[in-house]
């Protein structure tokens, strides 16, 4: 059973860039998982930010299309959210989401804070 865990949070400047790491923490290859990142900040609703299909496919929320990217690290059995010119808009605790038919598996999250 997968155990996701999320890193590379942290505090961050506007206009500055993260990178987060979304991996099974048994190293199981994610390569047959549909995986997504999720973010929610407090009082609001969990919202999806990108998208990662195991054929190759991506997909972005609109407010990620043109500063966020999603990719793999078949290797490393990763997947990365690289975000560019934070906004403090962008402050919330993110998520990745591993999910496989009807299986979904969340990891506990990695908080980002934008500020100056």
């Known amino acids: 059973q997968l155990h996701l865990v999320e890193s590379g949070g942290g505090l961050v400047q506007p206009g500055g860039s993260l990178r987060l ?61 690289q975000m560019d010119n934070l906004e403090p808009r962008d402050t919330a605790t993110y998520c990745c989401c591993a999910v496989l038919g009807g299986f979904n598996k969340w990891g506990k999250g990695t908080q980002v804070t934008v500020s100056p």
């Open 21 to 81: 790491s979304c991996a099974d923490s048994k190293a199981t290859s994610l390569s047959f998982y549909t995986v997504k990142w999720y973010r929610q900040s407090p009082g609001e609703q969990r919202e999806l930010v990108a998208g990662s299909g195991s054929g190759g496919s991506t997909d972005y929320a609109h407010f990620a299309r043109d500063r966020f990217t999603i990719s793999r690290d078949p290797a490393k059995k990763t997947v990365y959210l």
